[in-house]
């Protein structure tokens, strides 16, 4: 970019993603994409859009608290967690575009497909509750997360190797950001540690889907509980809280988010997510 601003942008002719801080349509502009030799670009494409489908569902609903958090500065953190777990989104569809060989782009992914085509864990899609919902969803998932993308920092796929290595940066300040209101809340007054209790024992249910492995999946994902529970343990510890008892909550056959099997909230929040893009198919924004 030529420009020595965001707001000189803004006329700069066929420029108008400048928001998204790269200025390229394709956010894997100039980087080789080409599949390495003995990988299946269909299952690395597979994976890539369960992660990035990961991260856009979650980022949506984050996004959902800004104007609803306790404080400003927790607006501003939450909507900055979303906004890096909406980057890694955009890295992880688009790649998964460039390895099937479809060049489907990432909005093509994130506006074009109906509910069953989204690849999702369940528990990103989950929405609604209090403050200790929130956080209790953030920290499962961030905890569950950076265990995954350190591990794929070694991936045979230079591209996805960068891109968790990347994410493993931002993930890091998330689990720690959520954790550290986990144990305020936990260890705070009765009803703040009744509240942030209620919040755990919404999220358990969707707790075990995370380490179930499906046969797409390049990283056995029964092999993260082990550190997930640690620090699980660790911080239950720190904030009073009891873990939770309750057992995981059934797919259909079997079949959960990463089958395109999800709960009814996932509709809903597509409808909302999709409504311009699809009301104005060919738009330029």
Request: proline residues 7%.
């Given at each position: 970019m030529s420009f020595d601003n965001v707001y000189e942008s803004l006329t700069e002719e066929n420029d108008a993603r400048w928001a998204f801080g790269t200025g390229?349509?394709?956010?894997?502009?100039?980087?080789?994409?080409?599949?390495?030799?003995?990988?299946?670009g269909a299952s690395l494409a597979a994976y890539c859009l369960m992660l990035g489908d990961d991260a856009l569902i979650f980022s949506h609903r984050l996004q959902e608290w800004c104007t609803n958090a306790p404080e400003l500065e927790d607006e501003v953190a939450l909507a900055n967690i979303g906004l890096d777990l909406l980057g890694q989104a955009?890295?992880?569809l688009a790649r998964s575009g460039k390895a099937?060989?479809?060049?489907?782009?990432?909005?093509?992914?994130?506006f074009d497909r109906v509910e069953n085509e989204?690849?999702?864990?369940r528990l990103a899609e989950l929405g609604g509750g209090h403050f200790g919902h929130l956080i209790a969803r953030l920290f499962v998932f961030s905890t569950w997360r950076l265990a995954l993308?350190?591990?794929?920092?070694?991936?045979?796929?230079?591209?996805?190797?960068?891109?968790a290595d990347k994410g493993v940066k931002e993930v890091t300040y998330h689990r720690d950001y959520a954790g550290q209101w986990l144990v305020r809340l936990g260890?705070?007054?009765?009803?703040?540690?009744?509240?942030?209790?209620?919040?755990?024992?919404?999220?358990?249910?969707?707790?075990?889907?995370?380490?179930?492995?499906?046969?797409?999946?390049?990283?056995?994902?029964?092999?993260l509980?082990?550190?997930?529970?640690?620090?699980?343990?660790?911080?239950?510890?720190?904030?009073?809280?009891?873990?939770?008892?309750?057992?995981d909550i059934a797919g259909v056959s079997g079949r959960t988010g990463r089958d395109g099997v999800h709960?009814?909230?996932?509709?809903?929040?597509?409808a909302e997510l999709q409504s311009v893009a699809r009301a104005m198919p060919d738009a330029q924004w």
């Open positions: 390229f349509e394709d956010p894997l502009s100039g980087v080789d994409t080409s599949v390495p030799s003995g990988v299946d955009r890295l992880l099937d060989g479809s060049s489907r782009s990432e909005d093509s992914f994130a989204f690849r999702n864990v993308l350190q591990r794929l920092v070694s991936s045979v796929d230079p591209v996805l190797a960068a891109i260890d705070g007054t009765p009803l703040s540690h009744e509240r942030m209790q209620e919040g755990l024992d919404a999220v358990w249910p969707y707790v075990g889907e995370l380490f179930r492995t499906h046969p797409l999946e390049l990283v056995d994902a029964a092999s509980r082990p550190e997930f529970d640690a620090v699980l343990d660790q911080v239950l510890a720190a904030s009073t809280l009891a873990r939770p008892s309750s057992g709960t009814e909230q996932l509709g809903f929040l597509l």
